[in-house]
């Protein structure tokens, strides 16, 4: 019977959310006109990306990366240098804004033109990842109604699961906040991105634990960073050092989401869910 871990402890995915200007631009407009605060999150596909792929280079490990379609469009460039290294390109999403504020017309319009952006570069991407992982009800069933394979937003468990939808079966690849670096590194005044700027010592250390932790359970450490943030050169060597750690400790296996998505699949004793609404009671809970 096929096992997703294979004959690993555990499965490391690191995977890079390259959201540049997206994220600053979907609180407000105005903030085009910020050159600071445009310039902070140019770095990530500047400098950042072309950080990131040494470092994965110098190991020879895999990575995935949740481009959205605006960064698509802004660096084309960057995007081949992703794809020339032999790297994932996954969606996330054309503007960065929340699904969970937009209609339902509105997120379909969005999802429809991410795919436009990256079929420019000839990605039929397999994967998707809700911007500000604020998926919807309606987003896995978007996901498998575009024929993509799995996603990567939902946070109800810490290894990959089936999930059925109306549109068809996705593999879901649940996420985790504390394997996040914009929760570390993220700062900005304005807009009001994050206020702590963690130790990148500290975040190495914590990531760590919990590498030992997940290999120990037999789960999932699915790592998020962000170029903008984990590109900066202390930050770079901190993800080295979880990186070094982790190949010296042995036990577990590098890899693209992808691919961890289709051996899940095909693993019988995986869970298998329906994604359910919450429906509370208007007179406990008033809107």
Known sequence: ?????????????????????????????????????????????????????????????????????????????????????????????????SAVDLDADGERRDFERALEALAKHGVKPMGHRAALWEATWRTPSLVAEYGLEYDSSLM????????????????????FWGLDDWEQYAFLPRPHLGSIIQSPVTVAGMWTHEMQAMRKHGSLFLLTCHPFLS???????????????????????????????RRAKADETLDRRTLTPVVVSHEIYPT
Request: charged share 20%.
């Open 1 to 97: 019977m096929a096992d997703w871990k294979a004959d690993s402890d555990a499965i490391a995915i690191l995977s890079f959310d390259v959201d540049a200007e997206s994220p600053v631009l979907a609180q407000s407009r105005e903030y085009a006109d910020h050159a600071m605060v445009m310039t902070h999150q140019a770095f990530g596909p500047l400098v950042g990306v072309p950080r990131i792929l040494q470092l994965l280079a110098d190991y020879d490990l895999p990575g995935t990366f949740f481009i959205p379609g605006l960064t698509a469009d802004r660096y084309p460039a960057m995007v081949e240098s992703v794809l020339a290294a032999g790297h994932e390109v996954a969606h996330h999403s054309y503007s960065h804004h």
């Open 156 to 175: 109800d468990a810490d290894r990959p699961y089936i999930l059925d939808t109306p549109e068809g079966t996705i593999v879901e690849l649940p996420p």
């Open 231 to 261: 590109g900066r050169a202390g930050r770079i060597e901190a993800l080295r050092t979880v990186i070094e750690h982790t190949l010296d400790a042995g036990g577990v296996e590098f890899s693209r989401c992808i691919d961890i998505a």
